[in-house]
């Protein structure tokens, strides 16, 4: 087994439009967001969405996501607001395909929905 000596580097603090000179400190793994518009916040317009979760149907996925749209665009973000593809997947084989043909689309941004860190987990995070 290889040692590597490593260090924890501290969490960036966010800029936002309202006081551009003293930025956001995350706390508890986070940054309190409500009411701040980001400084110059990301668009993302090619996004994909891959589903674990048998118990999750595609409404609630749509209204999941169009609320995050919305959050976002509140918040000074643009993600378009459909996505490129949705997929239900059950078999861990199909992951790394379905993965890789979306990356080559041009993919910002990939969600996968599951519930907790089911087997799904380890094959999505190496892809």
Not at 15 to 26: I, N
Not at 33 to 45: C, E, F, P, S, V
């Amino acid at each position: 087994m290889t040692k590597l000596t490593g260090r924890v580097l501290p969490p960036p603090d966010m800029m936002h439009a309202q006081d551009m000179k003293r930025g956001v400190t995350p706390r508890d793994g986070s940054w309190e967001l409500r009411g701040q518009k980001m400084y110059a916040g990301g668009q993302i317009n090619k996004w994909y969405v891959i589903n674990f979760d048998r118990r999750i149907n595609r409404e609630s996925l749509v209204h999941f996501f169009n609320e995050l749209s919305r959050s976002c665009t509140t918040n000074g973000m643009s993600l378009h607001s459909r996505w490129c593809d949705q997929r239900d997947c059950n078999r861990i084989q199909e992951v790394e395909s379905i993965m890789k043909r979306w990356a080559d689309e041009g993919a910002q941004m990939i969600f996968a929905v599951m519930q907790g860190r089911s087997h799904f987990y380890r094959e999505v995070k190496s892809v």
